[in-house]
T-cell receptor, first 113, second 115 residues
Framework: DAKTTQPPSMDCAEGRAANLPCNHSTISGNEYVYWYRQIHSQGPQYIIHGLKNNETNEMASLIITEDRKSSTLILPHATLRDTAVYYCIVRANRDNYGQNFVFGPGTRLSVLP | DSGVTQTPKHLITATGQRVTLRCSPRSGDLSVYWYQQSLDQGLQFLIQYYNGEERAKGNILERFSAQQFPDLHSELNLSSLELGDSALYFC??????????????FGPGTRLTVT
């Protein structure tokens, strides 16, 4: 089972920041938070990941709360091409066996003109 | 473009048949993952290989098998196909595993239709 909870859908106006929340209240100390997105039926696209510090790259920012029980993915200036299903995944990176990604239903983000 | 290639893009076959899906990982990536995505199931992890060795198994049916070759490409074999096997099959690759540098890069997928 997925260890995360996300809203099933969200809307965002084009040009505005999109803030996608994710709850992972049972996260363990060695588990990272990963974000992926899937545009229509294309292959999922890696966005960003982090352990406890906030992270930023050319696509997005990841804000993780101090207790690590929730996080927010921020797309600073959403465009129509950001319309996709966004997946938040928690995953441990402590051994070489048996670790795989569990994709939940995600959040369907619609960017509106 | 993620750098992961999958062939074929589309495959239409009949029930009871056997097919092979092929995946070439990004240059330098040692780990390959296979996923199935059907309309009613979402993305389901099937199996993972690292440098030729099987590392993790998910919800992979006994009729399905996979392998990773010395050149690191991977093949997913699906046999005795049923209508319910119709789905998108994705391959992903990562540089490493279990290090925080194992973000996966997905290929464009193979759409399998079983008639």
């Amino acid at each position: 089972d997925a260890k995360t909870t996300q809203p099933p859908s969200m809307d965002c106006a084009e040009g505005r920041a999109a803030n996608l929340p994710c709850n992972h209240s049972t996260i363990s100390g060695n588990e990272y938070v990963y974000w992926y997105r899937q545009i229509h039926s294309q292959g999922p696209q890696y966005i960003i990941h982090g352990l406890k510090n906030n992270e930023t790259n050319e696509m997005a920012s990841l804000i993780i709360t101090e207790d690590r029980k929730s996080s927010t993915l921020i797309l600073p200036h959403a465009t129509l091409r950001d319309t996709a299903v966004y997946y938040c995944i928690v995953r441990a990176n402590r051994d070489n066996y048996g670790q795989n990604f569990v994709f939940g239903p995600g959040t369907r983000l619609s960017v509106l003109p | 473009d993620s750098g992961v290639t999958q062939t074929p893009k589309h495959l239409i076959t009949a029930t009871g048949q056997r097919v092979t899906l092929r995946c070439s990982p990004r240059s330098g990536d040692l780990s390959v993952y296979w996923y199935q995505q059907s309309l009613d199931q979402g993305l389901q992890f099937l199996i993972q290989y690292y440098n030729g060795e099987e590392r993790a198994k998910g919800n992979i049916l006994e009729r399905f098998s996979a392998q990773q070759f010395p050149d690191l490409h991977s093949e997913l074999n699906l046999s005795s196909l049923e209508l319910g096997d119709s789905a998108l099959y994705f391959c992903a690759s990562s540089v490493e595993i279990a290090t925080g540098r194992d973000q996966q890069y997905f290929g464009p997928g193979t759409r399998l239709t079983v008639t």
